[in-house]
């Protein structure tokens, strides 16, 4: 059974920085496409970050990309989302996913495994 634990959520004034960590168990993590999504009140779920196995490809939405950073550590299954000079609009739960090698980035389908997501809130 793979888990995903996320951590590093919480509430910050508007230019601060955080960063989110990912913990996934029950999977070989190095043969797993891992990525961040978020969703805001009454919106959908976007991708926010995306690192393909072996870091080959890491992909940060061009949306975030200036202010967001993703890394993995294949030793520590571990992926983290750098997440500076935050904004309101970057208020939302914030959720890992995983999934096997293949398929479009940031389509919601292809990840079978997910977080319970972390609460990122930016105040003015």
């Known amino acids: 059974q793979v888990q995903l634990v996320e951590s590093g959520g919480g509430s910050v004034q508007t230019g601060r920085s955080l960063t989110l960590s990912c913990v996934a168990s029950?999977?070989?993590?190095?043969?797993?496409?891992m990525a961040w999504f978020r969703q805001a009140p009454d919106k959908g779920r976007e991708g926010v970050a995306f690192?393909?196995?072996?870091?080959?490809?890491?992909n940060v939405d061009a949306s975030v990309k200036a202010r967001f950073r993703i890394f993995r550590d294949d030793f520590k299954n571990t992926i983290s989302l750098y997440m500076t000079n935050l904004e309101p609009e970057d208020t939302a739960m914030y959720y890992c996913?995983?999934?096997?090698?293949?398929?479009?980035?940031?389509?919601?389908?292809?990840?079978?495994?997910w977080g319970r997501g972390t609460q990122v809130t930016v105040f003015t």
């Open positions: 996913a995983a999934r096997p090698p293949g398929g479009s980035l940031y389509r919601v389908s292809t990840y079978p495994w």
């Open positions: 029950g999977t070989t993590f190095s043969e797993t496409e």
């Open positions: 690192a393909g196995i072996r870091s080959e490809v890491r």
